[in-house]
Every structure is written in C-alpha cells, then in structure tokens.
C-alpha cells in the first residue's frame, strides 16, 4: 500500500565478475543476462560478455532483444588496457593494435515505445549503424542514423518535433565531420555540415590526457532555405 506496483517485471538472470592484477596491465571477465517484462506481457533479454587484459578489451556479446528480434548489439574489440603500474595514466591505448567496433539498432522494436513512455523523449523508427575499425594510429569510422521523428514530451514549453533525420559522420586520423544531417522542423527542411580537426596533438592527447579536441577549429554550416517564420509563432512568447 505504501509502494506503487510497477508496471515491469525485471530479473538479473545471472551476474559473473572476476577480475585481477599482478604487476601488469588489470584482467576482467564480465558475464551478465537479465530479462525484463513489460505490463503488456512483451518479453525483452539483455546479455553482456566482455573481457579486457593486455590485449584490450574484447566485446563479444552486448546486446537487448526481444522474443523475436535483436533490438540493438554492439561487438568488437578495443585495444585499451589498464595499467596501474603506469606513470602517465591508468588508461593505455595500443596504437597498432587492430581496432574494431560494430553497432546496430533495429528501428521497429517496441522497445522505443517503452523508452518514451518512461522518458518523454520518442524515437520513431530509429535505425543506428556505426562501425569503427583500423587501428589508433589509423582509425576509420563512421555513424549512420536515420529517425522518423524524435520528440520530447512532458515539458512545460513543448519544443518542436525533429523529423526525417538523417545524420551521417565520419571519422579518420585527420578530422571529424558530420558530412550530412538533414532535418525538418515544423515541414522546414534544415541542412547541417561540419567537422572539427583532430590531428596527432588530439590523438598523443588521448592517450596521455583524456584531452577533447579543440573545439575553437571546428568549423559548421547551418542553411534554411526560404525559411517560413510563421511556422515558429506558436513557440515564442506573447
């Protein structure tokens, strides 16, 4: 009577973590599942399977799905290591260590209606693709996403809905850059371009720092063709 009954049943089926370190880099395995059910009965599992030591970190299995589909995963390896033994960091990266990330969403889950029910915050039909591999020295990556519409409920002034977002990035040693993302916002298509230098400054930087880039070389485009104000009147004050 005191607590209010939840409207999901989740269950940590299983949690496995061994870890050590003896004068070199630390070692870890890392074994998990848990399911959860929603009030309609939809049935959802997630697993986890990761382990690290001098070789980097290795993803074999991290993912959610449902009763009939994968709803997103991420696999790969990283050659990131812990070192405690270090001076310059805990933190060390492989340079020419192989590199390799890969993540995928599924845009139809129901899962997306579960997260904006508890959030506010709703993605239709989000479809995520990104990949990463090369090495640090050479990295080469890139992230797609493509949402119907995203928007942001429960707030007290409602802001507008994004829709048809398409974004591409791309990363490499050089530079990043968001080489497109393409919007419309309240039915005005919104054009967005840029990218920011990294150089070996950013990636010495990484590894020795954590260090961000510099965000004062970042150069952007933002373009409104023929923009209809009127549009925007419903948003701003009286």
Same mark, same amino acid.
């Given at each position: 009577?005191?607590?209010?009954?939840?409207?999901?049943?989740?269950?940590?089926?299983?949690?496995?973590?061994?870890?050590? #370190?003896?004068?070199?880099?630390?070692?870890?395995?890392?074994?998990?599942?848990?399911?959860?059910?929603?009030?309609?009965?939809?049935?959802?599992?997630?697993?986890?399977?990761?382990?690290?030591?001098?070789?980097?970190?290795?993803?074999?299995?991290?993912?959610?799905?449902?009763?009939?589909?994968?709803?997103?995963?991420?696999?790969?390896?990283?050659?990131?290591?812990?070192?405690?033994?270090?001076?310059?960091?805990?933190?060390?990266?492989?340079?020419?260590?192989?590199?390799?990330?890969?993540?995928?969403?599924?845009?139809?889950?129901?899962?997306?209606?579960?997260?904006?029910?508890?959030?506010?915050?709703?993605?239709?039909?989000?479809?995520?693709?990104?990949?990463?591999?090369?090495?640090?020295?050479?990295?080469?990556?890139?992230?797609?996403?493509?949402?119907?519409?995203?928007?942001?409920?429960?707030?007290?002034?409602?802001?507008?809905?994004?829709?048809?977002?398409?974004?591409? @990035?791309?990363?490499?040693?050089?530079?990043?850059?968001?080489?497109?993302?393409?919007?419309?916002?309240?039915?005005?298509?919104?054009?967005?371009?840029?990218?920011?230098?990294?150089?070996?400054?950013?990636?010495?930087?990484?590894?020795?720092?954590?260090?961000?880039?510099? #965000?004062?070389?970042?150069?952007?485009?933002?373009?409104?063709?023929?923009?209809?104000?009127? @549009?925007?009147?419903?948003?701003?004050?009286?």
């Amino acid at each position: 009577d005191f607590i209010p009954q939840a409207d999901s049943e989740a269950l940590l089926d299983h949690f496995n973590f061994a870890g050590g #370190w003896t004068n070199g880099p630390i070692a870890f395995q890392l074994d998990s599942g848990a399911t959860l059910k929603t009030k309609e009965q939809f049935p959802f599992s997630a697993t986890a399977k990761i382990t690290g030591g001098a070789s980097g970190i290795s993803i074999e299995r991290l993912s959610v799905s449902s009763a009939t589909q994968m709803v997103c995963r991420a696999e790969g390896s990283l050659p990131v290591y812990f070192d405690p033994t270090r001076t310059n960091g805990l933190m060390q990266l492989d340079t020419e260590a192989p590199l390799k990330l890969q993540a995928v969403t599924d845009p139809n889950s129901i899962l997306w209606e579960k997260i904006a029910a508890a959030t506010g915050l709703r993605l239709q039909e989000p479809n995520l693709a990104a990949n990463l591999d090369g090495t640090w020295a050479a990295p080469k990556g890139q992230i797609k996403l493509q949402v119907q519409r995203i928007e942001l409920t429960g707030l007290e002034h409602p802001l507008p809905a994004i829709e048809n977002l398409d974004f591409l @990035a791309e990363l490499d040693r050089a530079s990043a850059r968001v080489s497109r993302l393409n919007f419309e916002v309240e039915k005005q298509p919104v054009t967005v371009t840029g990218q920011i230098p990294l150089g070996e400054s950013f990636w010495s930087g990484l590894r020795h720092k954590q260090r961000l880039p510099n #965000w004062r070389e970042a150069t952007a485009h933002l373009e409104i063709q023929n923009a209809q104000l009127a @549009a925007f009147a419903a948003m701003l004050p009286q």
